[in-house]
């Protein structure tokens, strides 16, 4: 086949797939999107709630919600804010802890490494008691919209003293993890088209506080811990040979 008519035919198949309203090959839309969209490294990437639910052999899971992502400028809600309407939710895989011996009033906790995902539930339903409610996403049934993988970590927790007068932020726990991209799939939010992917093909590191006061745990894991933070986005490989 000679070149033009090889060229004629690839128009005519971007050509129909725009009037169709369909998307161009997802190779040309996540370079489109990085160009245009991609979060500059180490700028906020994210805002997120959710929870920690652990269990007395040292297993637990997170879910929650993102009440922000740098790229989208829509609101994330389906009305108030609150996990019962946010379209945008995570859960990880379960993972595993293993206690360190206590430094000064400082406990540690050893995570180990694994995966987490985020979804896209267009009519969005969390409730903390039910984390499935958090992994339902309905554009892609049973698939998430992205999915990271984060190496062994650490996690701090501030110990309760005995002294009268409690330092401030007595009974937290701050966590730090970078969730490197293993996988995305794009989506149509409010009639335009983004992908996690190319928002933050490096990954993102996230930030979490959470309070040591329990809320209430999940058939499994009956110990509930709150938390928030936020994520700064990772580097993607256009940006580390600028």
């Given amino acids: 086949m000679r070149l033009y008519d090889r060229a004629a035919q690839i128009w005519l198949v971007m050509l129909t797939a725009l009037l169709s309203g369909s998307s161009p090959p997802a190779e040309a839309q996540r370079r489109h999107w990085s160009e245009a969209q991609q979060v500059p490294s180490a700028a906020v990437a994210c805002y997120f709630v959710g929870r920690a639910f652990l269990n007395t052999n040292g297993q637990g899971e997170v879910v929650g919600y993102f009440t922000n992502i740098n790229g989208i400028p829509d609101a994330l809600f389906n009305g108030d804010p609150s ?3 946010a379209f945008f939710t995570f859960r990880s895989d379960v993972f595993s802890s293993t206690p360190l011996p206590t430094n000064g009033d400082l406990g540690l906790d050893l995570v180990s490494a ?3 995902n985020v979804y896209y539930n267009p009519t969005p339903n969390g409730n903390w008691s039910k984390p499935d409610t958090f992994s ?9 919209i992205a999915r990271f993988m ?8 501030i110990l309760q003293t005995d002294s009268a007068t409690p330092p401030p932020f007595e009974s937290i726990t701050q966590h730090a993890l970078t969730g490197t991209l293993l996988s995305s799939q794009s989506f149509v939010f409010n009639g335009q ?3 996690l992917g190319a928002l ?4 993102i590191t996230l930030y979490e506080t959470a309070s040591n006061t329990g809320v209430p745990g999940v058939t499994g894991f009956p110990i509930g811990q709150a ?5 700064l986005a990772v580097a ?5 040979e600028q």
Avoid: S, W
């Fill in 83 to 85: 996990e019962q309407t």
């Fill in 114 to 116: 694994g995966a987490f």
């Fill in 136 to 144: 339902n996403g309905q554009i892609f049934p049973g698939q998430p």
């Fill in 150 to 157: 984060r190496p062994e970590t650490l996690v701090l927790q």
């Fill in 193 to 195: 088209r983004y992908d």
């Fill in 200 to 203: 933050m093909p490096g990954g």
């Fill in 227 to 231: 938390y928030a933070g936020h994520g």
């Fill in 236 to 240: 993607g490989a256009d940006q580390d």
